[in-house]
């Protein structure tokens, strides 16, 4: 059963045009939700972050949004640099636990 | 202020072998948790420890195994193995407490042969 489940296996864009890698996920009892890029033989790097309190979380070119009554996050990174490419994670963590749940990546490929 | 520390990066073992796999959190952070990566599984948690007690554990069976030690060092072991146990197993670090990321380290890439 995937709780956090990323639809689109893959995402390209064009270089300066914004990126919308979307998550959704099936259990209300997530309080704490993350973002996390990979590039391949290296451990995820945190991006962004977001309580479930709030419903936007802004930090430079990225934003996340989360929409509680869809159970629906997103990322939004503008501009789009082709440096951005790599997969990215959402997370999630079950409330009163120190555990995250991941979705399965996408892969985003920024176009020069 | 060095990174989460994984070795070894890479290992080969035979089926019905077992693994020991370290990591080295970063200084101050006492959880520590551990990912299984395989391709189009995501990350599955497989549990985490904090001050030398497993304090969630996730839906694997009992061949994996942990511990952490007093100075938030951890282990993992897989006894046993399978070929599917080949993936890229992740530790992550973090604060214990409070809406904190996890950082994780390069990871340890084990092929079951």
């Known amino acids: 059963d995937q709780q956090v489940k990323q639809n689109s296996p893959s995402l390209s864009v064009q270089e300066g045009r914004i990126s919308i890698l979307n998550c959704d996920y099936t259990?209300?009892?997530?309080?704490?939700f993350l973002w996390y890029k990979k590039y391949p033989a290296e451990g995820p790097t945190f991006l962004i972050s977001i309580s479930s309190i709030k419903d936007k979380n802004e930090d430079g070119r990225f934003t996340v949004f989360l929409n509680k009554s869809a159970k629906h996050l997103s990322l939004h990174i503008v501009p789009s640099q082709p440096g951005d490419s790599a997969v990215y994670f959402c997370a999630a963590r079950p409330s009163g636990t120190y555990k995250y749940i991941f979705g399965t990546g996408t892969r985003l490929k920024v176009l020069a | 202020k060095a990174g989460v520390t994984q070795t070894p990066r890479y290992l080969i073992k035979t089926r019905g072998q077992q693994v020991t796999l370290s990591c080295s959190p970063i200084?101050?952070?006492?959880?520590v948790s551990w990912y299984q990566q395989t391709p189009g599984q995501g990350l599955q948690f497989l549990f985490e420890y904090f001050s030398e007690t497993q304090r969630n554990k996730g839906n694997f069976p009992g061949r994996f195994s942990g511990r952490q030690f007093s100075n938030s060092r951890s282990e993992m072991n897989v006894s046993t193995l399978e070929l599917g146990d080949s993936a890229l197993y992740l530790c992550a670090s973090s604060l214990p407490q409070g809406n904190t990321e996890a950082f994780f380290g390069q990871g340890t890439r084990l092929t079951v042969v």
């Open positions: 200084s101050g952070h006492r959880s």
């Open positions: 259990n209300s009892m997530f309080d704490y």
